[in-house]
């Protein structure tokens, strides 16, 4: 069956230094991946996607990178701050689940002053 | 505010109880998706509409589910005859068609059955 997973549940970062946040999936067919953040008491925030038939995609101060070999997907940070603290999942859609989305269990990345 | 909002956003009640959720979307977006989430994990995927018509059920949603959007607007989500793992959070999100994994939260209700 289709899995979305990360490999690490709990991430911890000191102010300033660039955060890697890590994800396995299973499903070939997937067209899109998407990163969310969850804080506390709040529903996911979207951050940002890839395409499948892209390898990487920037954003402000993130970065996303898709190896489709061995299905891995990585969500960079760059100089992470305290309110970068939070959950963090990635999300997989196939177009043909109509933007369904499957997600992973969560990253905490917590940012230390 | 014009993001997605549910309410309530906590709901604790007895077991056996019915409760019952709303959920409005961002107003332009045509398709809107229920998830639940339990704690330490991520959300998974309930029901989703587009407009009026309810498209796909997850297994998860028991026969004790129900979701509605009669206007293609609003969502409502019941649970009947609630059970203690029925505790989490329910999440809802909407989108447009196109571009259809982008999906914006809303803030979820929780619901605690005692």
């Known amino acids: 069956g289709e899995s979305v997973g990360l490999h690490l549940p709990t991430l911890s970062v000191q102010e300033g230094d660039n955060s890697i946040i890590n994800c396995a999936y299973s499903?070939?067919?997937?067209?899109?991946f998407i990163w969310y953040k969850q804080e506390s008491g709040k529903g996911p925030q979207f951050i940002i996607d890839?395409?499948?038939?892209?390898d990487k995609r920037q954003g402000q101060r993130v970065t996303v990178l898709l190896n489709k070999t061995v299905k891995h997907l990585s969500l960079q940070i760059a100089a992470t701050q305290p309110g970068d603290s939070a959950v963090y999942f990635c999300?997989?859609?196939?177009?043909?689940?109509?933007?369904?989305?499957?997600f992973g269990d969560g990253t905490t990345l917590t940012v230390k002053p | 505010d014009t993001g997605v909002s549910q309410n309530p956003r906590h709901k604790i009640t007895k077991r056996g109880q019915n409760v019952t959720f709303r959920c409005d979307p961002i107003?332009?977006?045509?398709?809107l998706y229920w998830y639940r989430q339990t704690l330490g994990q991520g959300p998974e995927f309930l029901t989703y509409?587009?407009?009026?018509?309810?498209?796909?059920k997850s297994r998860l949603l028991s026969d004790r589910f129900s979701a509605e959007r009669p206007k293609g607007s609003f969502s409502t989500l019941e649970i009947q005859r609630t059970e203690q793992g029925d505790s989490a959070m329910y999440l809802c999100?909407?989108?447009?068609?196109?571009?259809?994994?982008?999906?914006?939260f809303g803030p979820g209700t929780r619901l605690t059955v005692l």
């Open positions: 499903n070939s067919a997937s067209d899109y």
């Open positions: 999300a997989e859609t196939r177009s043909i689940n109509a933007g369904k989305s499957t």
């Open positions: 890839i395409r499948s038939n892209m």
């Open positions: 107003s332009e977006h045509n398709r």
């Open positions: 999100a909407s989108s447009l068609s196109s571009g259809a994994h982008t999906q914006y």
């Open positions: 509409f587009q407009n009026e018509a309810q498209l796909e």
